[in-house]
């Protein structure tokens, strides 16, 4: 019932969504560059189809639970850019009226749960917002993106179990993108194969590459299809790689130039790009006609945050404590 | 360990003699307690220690006459452990001094009770020293190691409020040291005399027309509801106020406050030697018999230490009477921040010229210490005339 | 009318907190099937069923986040943690989510969670069962730190709790599920804003909170034997804490001693101390005084627990030390 359409028209969205992130990050990088973003900022350069492909697979009902390094889970999910780069220049404007920046994206309109700035522990959250729903007769899934190093902290594995025992209608989204930071997957797991955690919790599990948005968005549609049929949370690993350093810059003394050029190689636009091209399903100047509108749509994002206001700092305060919860 | 010794308790006195012991060895005593009572040529004196511990010795039987000063008693074991199921805390030790004293200085004197220049205060005691204007360092602490604590400050405003000459009584929960006490005053009376510009005025009234309504009035009554002159003069005193009050209220800040109604300080002497000048509030306000009830309320409660603080604090002005005494007449110090005193000397009979004849009248002489900062002359003359005036119609009062 | 103890206080509460609002629902390590570590939640698997009285893995951080996750989705979740030890394992969640969410999405998300911590010392479990460490939570904006001392407080404070839409964590200290009390008929909820002067007095404060209040309450029975009106007054709220009555005792009295069973350095009472220094300075007529836990993971044996505790006997000598201080050397 939820096969992926392969028509002209959802191929171009495919490529449009990772294109709109790409182009968002690479203003993202000038605007720190120019002291204009500040603090930290995790880039998802290479891992686009990750969200572009899972988010596919989600409804507007479906709650997601993501990482720091989540802009392009943000963009996939529908959040504008203009708000979000109002956060990114802690606007009051922002989604988060700039308290959170770039790591701690939240949008209440699209049920978007963080951005979560402590590897694993969105994955409670996760839990317990699945748990949540289903106690209420929601039909919504949870979807929770995290990455290698959140599957070394304990809290996985607990949710892991805790989702698998009490059936949960959670995907677990595993970002591999073989570096928590800087350490290796390889030196900090004793088994790689990251989906075979899944078994230890009876859970099902995939992996995927996560290079291919098509076949991302497959693997996620099928776990997506067998939560909502009833079959209990589902484990889905991304094998994706981060072409760029763990946040803006480093001396990437962990990993070697040959390893990044060779996975840009690989990278999920060019890759999907030159599938288009060789399948005869796009021209160049359509290429050239999303990238125009990605940079239009973040042109105007741009001005939107640079002419938002500033919070009042007599406001600093305000939300520690809620008066109440908003409906 | 301390000495219980025979007081001083007047100015005149050498010797007492103990009539009764109201404790026994290995009786807990108290601050404040009474402990003997002791004859004097005043009459039998209820005596107060001002120590805390257990009675451990009684030196001085019954019967016995001791010059002022002798040991009468030992007190032993200052304070005594909590007994406690649970094994407490024992006590913290007493300061042990250590440091070697210079070989070429004088033996050690005894502990003092003298508080150091730079002692404790706790920050309430400070703040309202502050505010009454009181020299700390002549206040004894009786708080955590030492400090002047509130009640300390509060206890030394009572006995400066006293008018001058007055000599302390203690407040209660504070040691009472004749010597601190006598500092204490000499230091506001100093300011006083430092400070404010007095100026005098007396006036010579006719009591005539008064002391021949009172006795009507006393023929008529109980022994319990009669008046005394004095309650006349207070209550003249007060009225006349109402007329003048730019000489009832207080001096602070370069400023004069008038007082919030008419409290005066009626000057009360104790049995021990001094006295104290309590307020009466709303003195103007009283009928003469509430008046009367009101001031041998107060003598009774100052003789026996009963005083709240806020009597001892809040008078407006103070009324001294030392005709008792055999004064002509008072020359008074005013009782900082206060701006008057008014004082009233011996009712005497005396030769008065009435009506171009000369004829024995009994006579009073009213006279007046005012801050010249706060008022002139010509306003003390107004406050005379006017208590002479009023005391012409004694029924009115 | 009869008395009732703690735990069945805390027990009704919770009953009606689950008949009145079907989105609560208790989670937690053995609430269920064994009745609760300390038996408050006893009968209610059979009475609610296993949907909302949930038997949790021994994994703190999960449960205790899928609790906030659950407050987030629209739930007003329970959540059980047998003592405050083990809350530890799941600080990252109360900590870095619960206490940051509302702030930090710019008020787009309440936590409407409550966590029962069971806390303090008394109970010979030595060093891993045995701490104080609301202190430390209540030094956590974002946080609400309760602690029920009496009967009537256990019984109604969960219900304000619930109401309020933030995290609130309230701290059932071990000692106390045994008290008994009767329940004022004419009070059916309180307020958890407030601390609560539980005895009055004019020669020095007693702050407590917790068994610290048991205690302090002791402690004035054995002053007032000697003459000394203590006043003591039941902090109840750690966080906010309600610091204008703090103020009013301390101009009262004068005098402050402060209970707590937590440790002494960077504790509760070091910041309750604090308050009173930067805006009670003035009405102070003695040094601040403490009565805390001794600075000792807690030990099993009887005779040294009880010394690593508050008793009413040294917080009735610190209070003898303020109000009738020995005099100089007279």
Same mark, same amino acid.
């Given at each position: 019932?939820?096969?992926?359409?392969?028509?002209?028209?959802?191929?171009?969205?495919?490529?449009?969504?990772?294109?709109?992130?790409?182009?968002?990050?690479?203003?993202?990088?000038?605007?720190?560059?120019?002291?204009?973003?500040?603090?930290?900022?995790?880039?998802?350069?290479?891992?686009?189809?990750?969200?572009?492909?899972?988010?596919?697979?989600?409804?507007?009902?479906?709650?997601?639970? /993501?990482?720091?390094?989540?802009?392009?889970?943000?963009?996939?999910?529908?959040?504008?850019?203009?708000?979000?780069?109002?956060?990114?220049?802690?606007?009051?404007?922002?989604?988060?009226?700039?308290?959170?920046?770039?790591?701690?994206?939240?949008?209440?309109?699209?049920?978007?749960?963080?951005?979560?700035?402590?590897?694993?522990?969105?994955?409670?959250?996760?839990?317990?917002?699945?748990?949540?729903?289903?106690?209420?007769?929601? /039909?919504?899934?949870?979807?929770?993106?995290?990455?290698?190093?959140?599957?070394?902290?304990?809290?996985?594995?607990?949710?892991?179990?805790?989702?698998?025992?009490?059936?949960?209608?959670?995907?677990?989204?595993?970002?591999?993108?073989?570096?928590?930071?800087?350490?290796?997957?390889?030196?900090?797991?004793?088994?790689?194969?990251?989906?075979?955690?899944?078994?230890?919790?009876?859970?099902?599990?995939?992996?995927?590459?996560?290079?291919?948005?098509?076949?991302?968005?497959?693997?996620?549609?099928?776990?997506?299809?067998?939560?909502?049929?009833?079959?209990?949370?589902?484990?889905?690993?991304?094998?994706?790689?981060?072409?760029?350093?763990?946040?803006?810059?480093?001396?990437?003394?962990?990993?070697?130039?040959?390893?990044?050029?060779?996975?840009?190689?690989?990278?999920?636009?060019?890759?999907?790009?030159?599938?288009?091209?060789?399948?005869?399903?796009?021209?160049?100047?359509?290429?050239? /006609?999303?990238?125009?509108?990605?940079?239009?749509?973040?042109?105007?994002?741009?001005?939107?945050?640079?002419?938002?206001?500033?919070?009042?700092?007599?406001?600093?305060?305000?939300?520690?404590?809620?008066?109440?919860?908003?409906? | 360990?301390?000495?219980?010794?025979?007081?001083?308790?007047?100015?005149?006195?050498?010797?007492?003699?103990?009539?009764?012991? !109201?404790?026994?060895?290995?009786?807990?005593?108290?601050?404040?307690?009474?402990?003997?009572?002791?004859?004097?040529?005043?009459?039998?004196?209820?005596?107060?220690?001002?120590?805390?511990?257990?009675?451990?010795?009684?030196?001085?039987?019954?019967?016995?006459?001791?010059?002022?000063?002798?040991?009468?008693?030992?007190?032993?074991?200052?304070?005594?452990?909590?007994?406690?199921?649970?094994?407490?805390?024992?006590?913290?030790?007493?300061?042990?001094?250590?440091?070697? !004293?210079?070989?070429?200085?004088?033996?050690?004197?005894?502990?003092?009770?003298?508080?150091?220049?730079?002692?404790?205060?706790?920050?309430?005691?400070? !703040?309202?020293?502050?505010?009454?204007?009181?020299?700390? *360092?002549?206040?004894?602490?009786?708080?955590?190691?030492?400090?002047?604590?509130?009640?300390?400050?509060?206890?030394?405003?009572?006995?400066?409020?006293?008018?001058?000459?007055?000599?302390?009584?203690?407040?209660? !929960?504070?040691?009472?040291?004749?010597?601190?006490?006598?500092?204490?005053?000499?230091?506001?009376?100093?300011?006083?005399?430092?400070?404010?510009?007095?100026?005098?005025?007396?006036? =010579?009234?006719?009591?005539?027309?008064?002391?021949?309504?009172?006795?009507?009035?006393?023929?008529?009554?109980?022994?319990?509801?009669?008046?005394?002159?004095?309650?006349?003069?207070?209550?003249?005193?007060?009225?006349?106020?109402?007329?003048?009050?730019?000489?009832?209220?207080?001096?602070?800040?370069? *400023?004069?406050?008038?007082?919030?109604?008419?409290?005066?300080?009626?000057?009360?002497?104790?049995?021990?030697?001094?006295?104290?000048?309590?307020? #009466?509030?709303?003195?103007?306000?009283?009928?003469?018999?509430?008046?009367?009830?009101?001031?041998?309320?107060?003598?009774?409660?100052?003789?026996?230490?009963?005083?709240?603080?806020?009597?001892? =604090?809040?008078?407006?002005?103070?009324?001294?009477?030392?005709?008792?005494?055999?004064?002509?007449?008072?020359?008074?110090? #005013?009782?900082?921040?206060?701006?008057?005193?008014?004082?009233?000397?011996?009712?005497?009979?005396?030769?008065? #010229?009435?009506?171009?004849?000369?004829?024995?009248?009994?006579?009073?002489?009213?006279?007046?210490?005012?801050?010249?900062?706060?008022?002139?002359?010509?306003?003390?003359?107004?406050?005379?005339?006017?208590?002479?005036?009023?005391?012409?119609?004694?029924?009115?009062? | 009318?009869?008395?009732?103890?703690?735990?069945?206080?805390?027990?009704?509460?919770?009953?009606?907190?689950?008949?009145?609002?079907?989105?609560?629902?208790?989670?937690?390590?053995?609430?269920?099937?064994?009745?609760?570590?300390?038996?408050?939640?006893?009968?209610?698997?059979?009475?609610?069923?296993?949907?909302? %009285?949930?038997?949790?893995?021994?994994?703190?951080?999960?449960?205790?986040?899928?609790?906030?996750?659950?407050?987030?989705?629209?739930?007003?979740?329970?959540?059980?943690?047998?003592?405050?030890?083990?809350?530890?394992?799941?600080?990252?969640?109360?900590?870095?989510?619960?206490?940051?969410?509302?702030?930090?999405?710019?008020?787009?998300?309440? $936590?409407?969670?409550?966590?029962?911590?069971?806390?303090?010392?008394?109970?010979?479990?030595?060093?891993?069962?045995?701490?104080?460490?609301?202190?430390?939570?209540?030094?956590?904006?974002?946080?609400?730190?309760?602690?029920?001392?009496?009967?009537?407080?256990?019984?109604?404070?969960?219900?304000?709790?619930?109401?309020?839409?933030?995290?609130?964590?309230?701290?059932?200290?071990?000692?106390?599920?045994?008290?008994?009390?009767?329940?004022?008929?004419?009070?059916?909820?309180?307020?958890?804003?407030?601390?609560?002067?539980?005895?009055?007095?004019?020669?020095?404060?007693?702050?407590?909170?917790?068994?610290?209040?048991?205690?302090?309450?002791?402690?004035?029975?054995?002053?007032?034997?000697?003459?000394?009106?203590?006043?003591?007054?039941?902090?109840?709220?750690?966080? @906010?804490?309600?610091?204008?009555?703090?103020?009013?005792?301390?101009?009262?009295?004068?005098?402050?001693? $402060?209970?707590?069973?937590?440790?002494?350095?960077?504790?509760?009472?070091?910041? %309750?101390?604090?308050?009173?220094?930067?805006?009670?300075?003035?009405?102070?007529?003695?040094?601040?005084?403490?009565?805390?836990?001794?600075?000792?993971?807690?030990?099993?044996? @009887?005779?040294?627990?009880?010394?690593?505790?508050?008793?009413?006997?040294?917080?009735?000598?610190?209070?003898?030390?303020?109000?009738?201080?020995?005099?100089?050397?007279?």
């Amino acid at each position: 019932m939820n096969k992926v359409r392969l028509d002209h028209a959802h191929l171009h969205h495919l490529l449009r969504q990772m294109i709109r992130i790409r182009q968002f990050e690479a203003k993202c990088v000038e605007l720190y560059q120019a002291q204009k973003i500040l603090g930290f900022l995790h880039l998802y350069d290479g891992e686009e189809a990750v969200s572009v492909g899972v988010m596919e697979a989600l409804r507007p009902e479906d709650a997601i639970v /993501a990482t720091y390094r989540e802009h392009g889970q943000a963009i996939a999910r529908g959040i504008g850019m203009d708000r979000l780069m109002a956060e990114m220049l802690g606007k009051l404007e922002g989604t988060c009226r700039g308290r959170g920046g770039s790591m701690h994206i939240f949008d209440r309109a699209t049920r978007f749960y963080g951005g979560n700035a402590i590897v694993g522990g969105g994955l409670p959250l996760a839990v317990g917002i699945a748990l949540g729903d289903k106690m209420q007769g929601r /039909a919504a899934i949870t979807a929770s993106f995290f990455g290698d190093g959140a599957v070394e902290e304990g809290e996985f594995h607990e949710s892991m179990n805790l989702a698998s025992l009490w059936h949960l209608p959670l995907l677990f989204v595993c970002e591999n993108n073989l570096y928590a930071m800087g350490m290796a997957l390889e030196r900090a797991e004793a088994e790689t194969e990251l989906v075979r955690k899944a078994a230890g919790y009876r859970m099902a599990g995939a992996a995927v590459d996560g290079m291919d948005v098509v076949a991302v968005e497959v693997a996620a549609r099928a776990a997506a299809d067998r939560i909502r049929g009833g079959e209990g949370p589902q484990f889905l690993e991304c094998r994706t790689y981060r072409l760029r350093a763990h946040s803006m810059y480093d001396a990437q003394l962990y990993r070697t130039k040959e390893e990044v050029e060779a996975w840009r190689k690989k990278g999920p636009i060019v890759r999907f790009y030159g599938w288009l091209l060789d399948n005869g399903l796009i021209h160049d100047e359509e290429m050239r /006609a999303i990238e125009a509108e990605a940079d239009a749509e973040i042109e105007a994002a741009v001005a939107f945050a640079e002419a938002g206001s500033l919070e009042p700092v007599a406001e600093l305060e305000r939300f520690v404590t809620m008066d109440r919860v908003p409906a | 360990m301390s000495d219980f010794l025979m007081p001083a308790l007047g100015a005149d006195m050498e010797a007492g003699t103990v009539v009764e012991w !109201r404790v026994e060895p290995g009786d807990r005593v108290r601050k404040g307690d009474i402990v003997a009572v002791v004859e004097t040529q005043k009459g039998a004196i209820e005596v107060e220690i001002f120590d805390e511990g257990v009675v451990s010795e009684i030196v001085v039987p019954v019967g016995t006459k001791v010059p002022v000063g002798t040991l009468l008693a030992r007190i032993g074991e200052r304070v005594a452990p909590q007994p406690a199921a649970a094994p407490a805390a024992p006590p913290p030790p007493a300061p042990v001094v250590t440091t070697p !004293r210079p070989v070429a200085a004088p033996a050690a004197p005894p502990p003092s009770v003298t508080v150091p220049a730079h002692a404790k205060v706790s920050p309430a005691a400070r !703040r309202r020293a502050a505010e009454l204007g009181i020299d700390l *360092a002549a206040i004894a602490g009786s708080g955590v190691d030492g400090a002047v604590t509130l009640a300390d400050v509060e206890a030394m405003m009572a006995r400066v409020a006293a008018v001058p000459a007055a000599a302390p009584t203690p407040a209660r !929960r504070t040691g009472f040291d004749p010597a601190l006490m006598r500092r204490a005053i000499a230091a506001a009376m100093a300011r006083s005399k430092r400070e404010i510009p007095h100026y005098y005025l007396s006036h =010579t009234i006719d009591l005539a027309r008064a002391r021949a309504w009172l006795e009507a009035r006393n023929a008529q009554q109980t022994v319990t509801g009669r008046l005394l002159p004095a309650v006349l003069l207070l209550k003249a005193s007060a009225l006349a106020l109402r007329e003048v009050p730019q000489l009832n209220g207080t001096y602070v800040d370069e *400023a004069f406050r008038p007082g919030e109604g008419i409290h005066v300080g009626w000057a009360i002497s104790l049995r021990g030697g001094g006295l104290l000048a309590p307020a #009466i509030r709303d003195t103007d306000k009283r009928p003469l018999p509430d008046l009367m009830a009101a001031m041998r309320d107060l003598v009774a409660r100052t003789r026996s230490g009963g005083l709240r603080s806020s009597e001892l =604090t809040s008078p407006t002005i103070t009324v001294t009477s030392l005709g008792d005494r055999g004064a002509d007449s008072v020359v008074g110090i #005013i009782t900082p921040p206060q701006v008057a005193l008014i004082g009233f000397g011996t009712i005497a009979v005396r030769p008065w #010229i009435a009506d171009g004849q000369v004829a024995p009248r009994p006579l009073v002489t009213a006279s007046l210490a005012a801050d010249h900062r706060a008022s002139d002359g010509h306003l003390g003359a107004l406050l005379l005339n006017a208590i002479a005036r009023l005391l012409q119609e004694p029924e009115t009062l | 009318m009869t008395a009732i103890t703690y735990r069945e206080a805390c027990r009704q509460g919770l009953r009606e907190a689950l008949i009145r609002d079907p989105r609560v629902f208790l989670m937690g390590e053995d609430i269920g099937r064994y009745g609760g570590c300390y038996a408050v939640t006893k009968g209610l698997l059979d009475e609610f069923g296993e949907e909302r %009285i949930r038997d949790t893995p021994l994994s703190e951080s999960a449960y205790v986040g899928a609790g906030i996750g659950a407050a987030l989705a629209g739930m007003r979740p329970i959540v059980e943690i047998m003592t405050v030890n083990f809350s530890l394992l799941a600080l990252d969640q109360i900590v870095n989510n619960a206490a940051t969410i509302p702030h930090m999405s710019g008020g787009q998300f309440a $936590i409407p969670l409550v966590l029962r911590i069971a806390t303090g010392g008394g109970r010979r479990v030595a060093a891993q069962h045995s701490h104080s460490l609301e202190g430390w939570y209540a030094h956590i904006p974002g946080l609400k730190v309760l602690a029920p001392a009496v009967v009537e407080d256990a019984r109604f404070m969960l219900a304000a709790a619930l109401a309020d839409p933030n995290p609130v964590l309230i701290f059932e200290h071990v000692m106390l599920y045994n008290i008994e009390a009767e329940l004022d008929p004419a009070v059916s909820e309180v307020d958890i804003e407030r601390a609560k002067v539980r005895r009055e007095g004019d020669d020095v404060s007693l702050f407590g909170y917790g068994n610290g209040l048991v205690k302090a309450l002791a402690a004035a029975e054995i002053l007032a034997a000697e003459g000394i009106a203590a006043e003591v007054v039941d902090l109840r709220v750690l966080r @906010p804490l309600d610091t204008a009555t703090i103020l009013k005792s301390v101009a009262k009295t004068r005098r402050v001693v $402060i209970v707590d069973e937590g440790w002494k350095s960077g504790s509760l009472s070091a910041e %309750i101390g604090m308050r009173i220094a930067e805006e009670g300075f003035f009405d102070l007529d003695a040094p601040l005084r403490r009565v805390c836990g001794a600075e000792v993971p807690m030990p099993y044996a @009887p005779h040294l627990e009880d010394a690593a505790l508050p008793q009413p006997q040294k917080i009735a000598a610190a209070a003898r030390d303020l109000a009738r201080p020995p005099k100089g050397s007279q």
